[in-house]
């Protein structure tokens, strides 16, 4: 490979299914033109040999046994600037759903009754075991939003997620709302930056991107708990699937697990 | 003084819009083609997708002069840098457009004259010619609370559905050459009394109404004291922005740069914003003015119905009802305006 000044980009995979690397892989020629800007030195997914150095590591998947915590130690070590891919890595995503069980009850359900050795741990994002530069949440990620991450990186620039419901997108899009037709939909309180690409299908936001700063979840418990008249349209949905509280539990139980959500009553987070 | 009146027909009314797409593209009313039985301003393929009897969309048609997301400018990283403006220079027709949304597109007229004055809303205004129809309500339209029943501001045709097809009134000559390409006739008094009675039965059907004019709702909100009621509706509140990203009369942008991936050259984006949104009123050092939910529940109606009725003369709602029925939270903007207008009224009568 010839020597360059480019900066040098490593991949890495924890627990996840590897689609946010499959992702990347999308981007076809986009991808040429990135590779104008750095050297892709590891790759597991993609390529064969690895380097020992790198400059900015893109790291996607969550913590789930005690030689992930070293691996990622040693990474963070290593690059100069650490990118989580994905809500694995950024919020926990369907691997921390487990944390609801102990991890040994966990190894026998699965394993039987042998014996079992593992260094098996509660699963966790990323972001709650090394300090991270910048995070490209969903699952999968999008690829506008890892192309403008990229820009970021490359210019030094800080990276703030966004901040805003899934609505905003939606609006802006001018889809129609699921409520409309009598659907429940999570965009209210999930970060957008996904172009609300499940809406547009006609389907629900199911929170993949985590929770907004500040999320509003006792709105959604109150619309639904209350036995209060509603309007027309919101009256439709309710009359369709007044869900209780353990059911929008379960909804946002499938991407919003880590931390933990007290979903009760009153409920703000992270104000 | 008294518009010229011509009748249309039914079929008539098509055709015009036919003839127009010859010339022009015509933005109006269409069913939403994944979701049959609602309706979104879209530019028509064919005249036939026109529907005349919509009741609702759900973004306002002030999408077609000041899009959701749109490029102002490009740029380059050279010093100094070279900038190009990027604007619109296609005319166009917004057909189908209902009273309340002509008085939307009035408010961000007057809105945006304001110094300093909006140089891209004004000229992309001029490359319309707007067709006005009357509608009947649904369960959240409350125009006759707001005085925008009958606007016809800004159009240039305005129809009324009459027995034998449209009473067509003539505003000015664009209007009257759109029109002048189909057959007319001289309206009977039959055809006017129609129309008339069009709207009388409009009035009548409208079933959302607030209990104060926007003058008293003004002096209300300024008495203030409403603290536990901006509270109560913050609590079943998302902040999601949507009551704001489908108002006609709402005119608050954000903007961004974006680079492209030669990291030299990118553009200037403008994107609608909200004032519900968490971060609308965050500034330099991380402060927001307004952190509280129930800050920017309370900035919303004074904003609508006492800031700009105070500066500009009218109350920043058309009466549409599209805040209501696009929240998610069940939030009412005619119920929560008459909880505030009683509970007002009762401290007033106590002090
Ligand atoms: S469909 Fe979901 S994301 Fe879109 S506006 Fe409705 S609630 Fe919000
Ligand atoms: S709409 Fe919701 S579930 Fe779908 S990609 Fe966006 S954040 Fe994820
Ligand atoms: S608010 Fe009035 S003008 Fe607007 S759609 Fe409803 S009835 Fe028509
Ligand atoms: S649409 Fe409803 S929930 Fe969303 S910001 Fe407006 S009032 Fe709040
Ligand atoms: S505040 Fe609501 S009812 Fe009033 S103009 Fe805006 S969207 Fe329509």
Redesign the pocket.
Known sequence: MPSSSKPKAAFFDFACCEGCQLTVLQLEETLLDLLEHVDIVTWREVMTGESESYDVAFCEGSITRERDVERIKKIRETAGILVTLGSCAGIGCHNAVRNKWPVEELLQKVYGTEEVVSDAIPARPITAVVPVDYQVLGCPISLPEFVSVFKHVLTGRKYYPPNQ?V?VECKLNDYLCVYEKGMICLG?VTRCGCNAICTSRGDACHGCRGLIENA?LN?MVKVFTEMRKLHPIMDAVADRHRPTLEQIRRRFAVYNNWPELKLERGTTHGA | MAPLKQVVSSEGLFDMLREAMKELPVIAPAERKDQPGFHHFARLQQAEDFVPDYVTTTLPPKKAFFQPSETLFTFTTDQPPALELVSDTEHFVLAGVHPCDLAGLDALDLAYSQPPAEVRWPADRGLATVVGIDCMPDDYCFCSSVGTCLTRQGCDLFLTKVDRGYLAEVYTPAGDTMLAKVRTWEPTEADIRDAEQWRERKVERMTAHLEADPAEIADLLEAGGLAHLWKE??E?????????T?CPACFCFDMHDEFDLSLKTGIRRRTWD?C??LEFALVAGRHNFRQE?EQ??RH?WHRKFLYLYRRLGRAYCTGCGR?SR??????NLVDVTNALIAHARKAADHA
């Open positions: 419901p609505c209210p509003n709105a | 509706t913050a079943r509140c998302y902040s999601c922005g949507s009551c704001n489908t909200s519900q949104l939910r920017r529940v919303r805040c696009a929240c998610t939270a069940d939030i």
